[in-house]
């Protein structure tokens, strides 16, 4: 950005929420001025009519969602600026949001600092990934290398105590000996920092490993 002040786009169908923001956005020095639009429709129509310096975008619109406008954009905007201000905090939506080209992410329940902070950031050149969405990657990122830390054979013995087998059947099942399962059992325990095998199960289901309906 040069040192012109900001015209930025907000895109977001609930009424309160726009104006809002707008009047938050509008009070920022480093901003010019503020365009809305409450559907994606709207917003492509101001899309084609200029660029914008930041683009804030809501993930789930009336006839639209926020990715497949983000693709708009970047067609006619590769280098976009793009800020994502969204209600949702699930993993699948956070996991999405990581593989997508924007510039940041806040949540709707984000203070006005944050906002303020967030667009500050991108409009600078950087990126800006609010506090609670960063807590939930720091934890997909342990939680994806402890996946990797199991092996297979571990990852084959969880699945049978999932099931309700015992050491002895799950020796039988697995043509070793039950020693060999108790090692198993073992490692599990430890890299899960399971208390028992109820513990054990419940972690792998939170974090993942096993699906809910392991039977």
Known sequence: MTSSKANI????????????IRHVISQMPEIDKVYAASSGTEALLLINT???DLYVLDVELPDTN????????????????????TMHEEIWILKRLTRTPISGAILKSADIHELTLAIQTILKGGQYLCRRFRTILNRLQAEE??????????MEVLQAIARGYSTREIADLLHVSGNTIESHRKSLMSKLEAKNAVDL???????????????
């Open 50 to 52: 200029q660029p914008f």
């Open 201 to 215: 199960v419940l972690k792998a289901i939170h974090l993942g490993i096993i699906p809910l309906d392991h039977k």
């Open 9 to 20: 786009l907000l895109v977001d169908d609930h009424t309160l929420i726009l104006q809002g």
């Open 145 to 154: 290398l402890l996946k990797e830390q199991l092996t297979l054979r571990e």
């Open 66 to 85: 926020g990715f497949e406008l983000i693709e708009q954009i970047r067609q006619k905007y590769p280098e976009a600026r793009i800020l994502i201000n």
